[in-house]
């Protein structure tokens, strides 16, 4: 069976964008739990878009060093499958809510990535973006892909300035298990442009063949 690069589309915050999604392929959709960011969704919001989500799409929510109460308060709301920590909370931290998680790691030139799998030993996988001293995320900007080991020993979710004239490039050139997009499927900033999410899925199954 060949191998089937995933996709999260991240910064939901409508329902028609979420369906977009799903519509065309995404295996994930992210929601943002952090008020700094321009995609970021109230609860009450995201109670709704999250009963109106097929069944076998993984909801992620994501966060930027969080308090231990909000995290569990959005769990207790929300259907949640996968937990985002995309600040500098450390592993005791991920792995306190019984929840399988990613963790987001900013990516500069030394950074020893086999190292920080060890360290985040309990994570589902490490998600990749660039790093910014301004922003902890969503900013567009992509990264060194030479960065990334072939091998890890965690999966590795590919995100930072993806969009759909560089997500195929960025799958053949390195070995990633999923890529993540925000901003390169976006008209404003948390609206989707549905265009833009279709040709982003048309390139991933490119790459794909
Ligand atoms: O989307 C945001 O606003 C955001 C804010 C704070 C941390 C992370 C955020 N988004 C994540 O950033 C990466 C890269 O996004 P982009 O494609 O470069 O816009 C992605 O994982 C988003 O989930």
Request: overall charge negative.
């Amino acid at each position: 069976m060949p191998f089937r690069t995933r996709v999260k589309i991240c910064g939901i915050t409508r329902p028609d964008d979420a369906y977009a999604a799903i519509e065309n392929g995404a295996d994930a959709l992210g929601f943002v739990f952090y008020d700094k960011s321009p995609r970021s969704i109230e609860i009450q919001k995201a109670e709704i878009l999250f009963s109106n989500i097929s069944p076998f799409i993984n909801k992620v929510v994501l966060f930027v060093n969080p308090d231990y109460d909000y995290v569990n308060h959005v769990l207790s709301k929300l259907p949640v499958d996968l937990l985002q920590f995309h600040g500098d909370e450390d592993e005791v931290f991920c792995s306190s809510f019984n929840k399988p998680y990613l963790k987001a790691i900013r990516m500069r030139n030394s950074i020893n990535l086999d190292e920080v799998a060890d360290t985040y030993h309990s994570a589902s996988g490490l998600l990749l973006d660039a790093f910014d001293s301004s922003q902890y995320g969503g900013t567009g900007q992509t990264f060194d892909w030479d960065l990334i080991p072939k091998k890890c020993k965690l999966p590795i979710v590919l995100a930072g300035g993806l969009n759909p004239s560089n997500v195929s490039k960025a799958i053949q050139n390195t070995n990633v298990f999923a890529v993540d997009v925000s901003s390169g499927v976006e008209k404003s900033k948390g609206v989707k442009d549905h265009q833009l999410i279709k040709q982003f899925m048309q390139e991933v199954k490119r790459a794909n063949e």
